[in-house]
């Protein structure tokens, strides 16, 4: 398998886990925010 | 023949639009900061978009750019994977397995630095005096690197190498002013505007790269050709066991120790316990701020870093088809080295293009912005690890009872180290940024991270534990850097001085092996056996 030229599956490897953590951050990231505001609002009150 | 400087008309305007900017953010943080805890942390007056882009600036800054992506352009896409590990480690574990642990503790302990938290973790002045002692004496070595970066790009894009010595001491001057007057409000809000210039920068010459060299497969397959053409000689600046600038090269061998190795592991893994990092965990006001920032720091150290690496990588194919020359080759054959391969290709690259002026002088400013922001952050560190941390304990043992509140004093440290960080940028060697990056991060990883995990993660944190781990991992990492490591006995050739060679086996595969690879997992087990030993120990009294 080549990807713009790259067939070594390290190299691709690379890149692919590089746009996997960037969704991931950003799926979790903006998943968690009010979650996190809720068990803090929790923890401040108790 | 090489392309002439910036037009620096343009250039200057820019510059003189941006340390307007500059001076009053500096401004502002300078009304923002009351006393010492506000010189430190800001605490609670920054936002999750100004946490992610300072982290970030900090972070990557000159180094990744300029010092990796040279060191991509030699040893090709397989630097992607310190893109990679600063994504998971720098970011995802950075963030959610240390920082957040870090704003609470450090919150519930009042810390305002990282010496200063690990000491009232431990209850230890030692781990405390320890720490601010490596900061300061160690991250001078980084700083000077990072402006001699900054000061390189800006002496080869505008030609004006006959005025170094000015562009270094401004260069200085401009951190100086605004660190010394605005802690760290000014810091995190100069480095948020210089992150947007750095973003926009990379994200710029990615795309002018694809376009030049004919779209991103087009690229990719001229580059991965390239090493049909280049194979067996032997100027391209690399080591046995490479295998082209699209390919992994073999494992184990010379190549791949110190791609892996040293610029892998020893930055990748060294994030974790950056000084001036940690504190961005203790600014955030909530965990929700911290969760926020993610998002925002990984997408914008993707395109930053990301960039760098492909950009670093493909001007291979731009330097081939206009020189016949790789990256390395061309920039030998100008007498400079690998520290300069992005700026002149830059240079190059924009040469004689529409608006090429205004790109050239747009990626100036983010590679100044890029040296600026993690200088101006590591001098507000060793700022306080001298001027709050060592003098706070000097004052204690005085008979003072709190630690101290006198801003003036982290600043005259800050002037006093700067001057020592300019002078160390004229005796240290070219071609140092990634190695210098790498020796600080390195070093602080296997002195401090099972110690800083341990401190996080422990609810009875175990001191002498924490200590034989700290001093294990600092006596081993001095060892083989100083006496086995080829590439880290430059900044200190003690094994010169004593046996006349410059490492102890210098033919050996070892001489290849960044000291992180040992010195971690010697701090880890020693810490584990502390920990099970006064387990051992205080099983009967439980019994």
Not at chain 1, 10 to 39: D, N, P, Q, T
Not at chain 2, 109 to 130: E, H, M, N, P, Q
Not at chain 2, 427 to 434: G, S, V
Not at chain 2, 493 to 509: F, H, K, N, R, W
């Amino acid at each position: 398998m080549s990807i713009m030229g790259i067939s070594d599956p390290w190299i691709l490897g690379a890149y692919i886990g590089c746009f996997l953590s960037v969704a991931f951050c950003v799926i979790y990231g903006l998943s968690r925010g009010k979650a996190v505001e809720a068990e803090e609002d929790a923890e401040d009150g108790s | 023949m090489a392309a002439e400087g910036v037009n620096l008309t343009m250039f200057g305007a820019m510059t003189v639009a941006f340390i307007i900017v500059t001076l009053v953010l500096g401004w502002y943080g300078y009304r923002n900061t009351r006393n010492n805890e506000e010189f430190l942390l800001g605490r609670n007056k920054t936002s999750p978009v100004i946490i992610a882009l300072s982290y970030g600036a900090t972070f990557l800054s000159a180094s990744a750019v300029i010092g990796f992506g040279g060191q991509a352009a030699v040893h090709g896409m397989s630097l992607m994977w310190l893109c990679f590990l600063n994504l998971f480690v720098g970011i995802i574990v950075a963030f959610l397995v240390f920082g957040k642990r870090t704003r609470r503790v450090g919150r519930r302990l009042g810390a305002s630095t990282f010496a200063d938290l690990l000491g009232k973790v431990y209850d230890s002045k030692g781990i405390r005096v320890f720490t601010a002692i490596l900061i300061i004496v160690m991250m001078p070595i980084y700083a000077a690197a990072v402006l001699k970066g900054g000061v390189n790009s800006i002496a080869v894009i505008t030609g004006l190498t006959e005025y170094y010595n000015y562009i270094l001491v401004a260069l200085a001057i401009v951190v100086g002013v605004y660190v010394i007057y605005g802690g760290i409000i000014a810091v995190m809000y100069n480095d948020a505007l210089q992150a947007a210039i750095m973003f926009l920068g990379m994200l710029v010459i990615l795309i002018v790269t694809f376009v030049v060299l004919g779209g991103p497969a087009e690229a990719g397959n001229s580059l991965a050709g390239l090493w049909d053409q280049k194979i067996g000689e032997t100027n391209l600046g690399v080591l046995p066991g490479f295998n082209g600038w699209t390919s992994m090269s073999d494992f184990g061998t010379k190549e791949w120790m110190t791609v892996v190795t040293t610029f892998l592991l020893g930055v990748g893994v060294g994030a974790l316990t950056q000084p001036q990092l940690t504190v961005r965990f203790m600014s955030a006001k909530s965990d929700k701020d911290l969760e926020k920032s993610l998002a925002i720091g990984s997408v914008f150290m993707l395109v930053v870093v990301g960039s760098a690496y492909t950009v670093g990588a493909l001007c291979n194919v731009y330097f081939e088809n206009e020189f016949g020359m790789t990256a390395f080759q061309y920039i030998s054959s100008i007498g400079l080295g690998t520290d300069f391969i992005i700026p002149q290709y830059i240079l190059e690259v924009f040469h004689g293009m529409t608006f090429g002026d205004v790109f050239i002088s747009l990626f100036l400013l983010s590679l100044v912005c890029a040296a600026i922001s993690t200088i101006s952050a590591l001098m507000h560190t060793i700022g306080g690890a001298g001027g709050y941390d060592l003098y706070s304990v000097f004052m204690r043992s005085k008979g003072a009872d709190k630690d101290s509140s006198d801003v003036n004093v982290n600043r005259i440290c800050i002037v006093i180290v700067l001057v020592l960080v300019v002078v160390y940028c004229y005796l240290m060697p070219n071609d140092i940024i990634a190695k210098a990056t790498s020796v600080f991060m390195g070093m602080t990883a296997a002195a401090l991270l099972p110690a800083y995990f341990q401190a996080l993660y422990s609810k009875n944190p175990d001191k002498p534990a924490a200590l034989a781990s700290i001093v294990t991992g600092t006596v081993s990492y001095l060892f083989f850097a100083l006496f086995i490591n080829k590439g880290m006995c430059i900044f200190l050739p003690v094994c010169e001085m004593l046996t006349g060679q410059a490492v102890l086996y210098p033919d050996s595969i070892l001489a290849f092996l960044d000291p992180l690879v040992i010195s971690l997992p010697i701090s880890i087990v020693t810490m584990a056996v502390f920990l099970l030993v006064k387990r051992a120990r205080a099983a009967p009294e439980v019994a």
